[in-house]
């Protein structure tokens, strides 16, 4: 007997509505009390796979790639109609950070991303530390090319919202689209969804968050019209430092000003003008509100918030520099950023004082270089700690001790706040989703559980695919 999560998206409500005929609810699912038979009349089997991964973000899009590579049958779940998670939902930009001082940091698969980028026109590379400017419409299509190249099954526009548990192993998924509801079933599962959704679906112990703060959410836009040729765009667009902090100092501190001056203006971050590859176009990150992303009503009304504090801060922008004077919002980014939400209490948990002594595990797994980065969620302060080497993930951050078939990668990884604030960025969470791509696989290879591989072979796998380790 099989017990489905009772821990869903879907409304009870719903079962009450005569939508069965439409669209099966998982809470008529869930009345069936776990059979698992009766189950697929309701949510029919999709597809059998040895590798699900659940989100199509920097980890989730690599993990898969990284799986399907090893020989594993894989599938790639996603809710929105495109891959690439906060770069291409969010407008969140550069991907950070691939070098230091011109040594790669993080390589294989996520590098070979950026250079097949690069060769379609769609990414600069800004050494020496290799942020990685991006166009977003190649990078969506440079991430599909891959994806299916690997030989990947696609489930896009598909929600997961739900799974089949076997004791503490996870036996099958279960995604919404408009075909209704569907299962997927596979014997191993990669969490990548950045708020650890299939985690939390599973009741896998969480990391505490006795501060009770989380880093803000920011809604990104695109802002088109502006003078990207001036000297003070040319100054901000960039960021190795060569023009240069990333942060538009200018900017900041007339908008500190306004505020000190009694001007009611919402809080605000940087701002940051990101290079989008477009002259008169940039990616703008400033707007800032608390928010929490698993929190549906909550994140939906500070959203609300956030789409109105662009379109004043737009105007602001018009109004006092004459390189924006003519700009105009030419996209909001599909949703709002987030930075931080649920991360799993992993195996191990990586801390601040390990990560900026650039502890070394005898499974580390992959690096990071970005900066501990904490965004005030209240305010416009921002703390940095820059590190000097770069840090270590141990596998072990990957797994929990008891569910023998999950593993997790990017933002939702095992590690401790201060950690996070470095490891969230775009290249590390494309570090950890290879690893675990290539973990899933070596695990249905050799039949065996993600506590029990071989770490030394998962090491050896990734140095063959030019991971920096
Ligand atoms: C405002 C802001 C600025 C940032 N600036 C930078 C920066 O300059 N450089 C940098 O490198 N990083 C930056 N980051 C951090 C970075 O973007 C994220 O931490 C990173 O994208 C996390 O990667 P991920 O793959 O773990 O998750 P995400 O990128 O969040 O991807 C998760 C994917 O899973 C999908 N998904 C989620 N739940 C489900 C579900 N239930 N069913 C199906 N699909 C699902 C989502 O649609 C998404 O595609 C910034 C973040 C924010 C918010």
């Known amino acids: 007997m099989t017990k489905i999560s009772r821990r869903l998206f879907l409304k009870k409500a719903v079962a009450g509505l005569a939508v069965a005929a439409v669209a099966p609810s998982l809470a008529s699912c869930e009345e069936l009390g776990g059979d698992s038979h009766k189950i697929r009349k309701i949510a029919p089997l999709a597809g059998k796979y040895d590798v699900v991964v659940v989100g199509g973000g920097p980890a989730g899009f690599i993990a898969a790639i990284a799986a399907a590579r090893q020989g594993a049958k894989t599938a790639i779940i996603e809710r929105y109609g495109f891959f690439g998670g906060m770069a291409t939902i969010g407008y969140v930009a550069p991907i950070s950070v691939f070098a230091l001082k011109n040594e790669l940091v993080i390589g294989g698969i996520p590098w070979e991303f950026v250079k097949r980028l690069e060769s379609m026109g769609g990414a600069f590379i800004e050494w020496p530390k290799a942020n990685i400017d991006f166009d977003i419409e190649l990078y969506k299509l440079c991430c599909q090319r891959m994806i299916l190249e690997a030989g990947i099954d696609i489930y896009t526009h598909s929600a997961m919202v739900g799974c089949e548990m076997e004791g503490k192993s996870i036996s099958s998924v279960i995604i919404e689209n408009k075909n209704g509801l569907e299962t997927l079933e596979s014997k191993v599962f990669i969490d990548c969804t950045g708020d650890g959704d299939l985690a939390h679906m599973a009741e896998v112990p969480m990391q505490p968050n006795p501060e009770g703060e989380l880093q803000p959410s920011s809604f990104c836009f695109i802002l088109s019209g502006v003078d990207t040729k001036s000297d003070l765009l040319n100054k901000c667009m960039y960021h190795n430092g060569i023009n240069g902090p990333s942060q538009c100092k200018p900017v900041r501190e007339k908008l500190l000003a306004m505020k000190a001056a009694g001007v009611d203006l919402p809080d605000f971050g940087g701002p940051w003008f990101n290079n989008v590859m477009h ?20 994140f939906s009304a500070v959203e609300c918030q956030l789409r109105e504090d662009i379109f004043t801060f737009t105007r ?23 930075r931080e939400s649920r991360r799993i209490l992993g195996v191990h948990t990586v801390t601040a004082d390990e990560y900026v002594n650039a502890f070394r595990y005898e499974d580390s797994i992959s690096r990071g270089i970005h900066p501990i980065d904490i965004h005030a969620s209240k305010g416009t302060h921002q703390t940095r ?17 008891e569910y023998p078939n999950l593993l997790v990668a990017g933002r939702c990884i095992s590690t401790d706040r201060q950690a996070l604030a470095s490891l969230r960025v775009m290249a590390s969470c494309m570090g950890t989703g290879q690893a675990a791509g ?32």
């Open 316 to 338: 602001v922008l018009k109004e006092n520099f004459k390189e924006f004077k003519n700009c105009y919002v030419s996209a909001t980014a599909p949703q709002a950023g987030i």
């Open 279 to 298: 002259e008169g176009s940039v990616a703008v990150n400033i707007t800032r509100r608390a928010a929490d992303s698993t929190n549906n009503r909550n």
């Open 385 to 401: 700690i820059d590190l000097t080497k770069p840090a270590y993930v141990p596998y072990r951050a990957l797994i929990t001790a």
């Open 438 to 469: 290539a973990a899933a696989a070596q695990c249905v290879a050799n039949n065996q559980t993600v506590q029990n591989i071989d770490t030394a072979q998962l090491v050896a796998t990734l140095k063959e695919w030019g991971a920096v380790l």
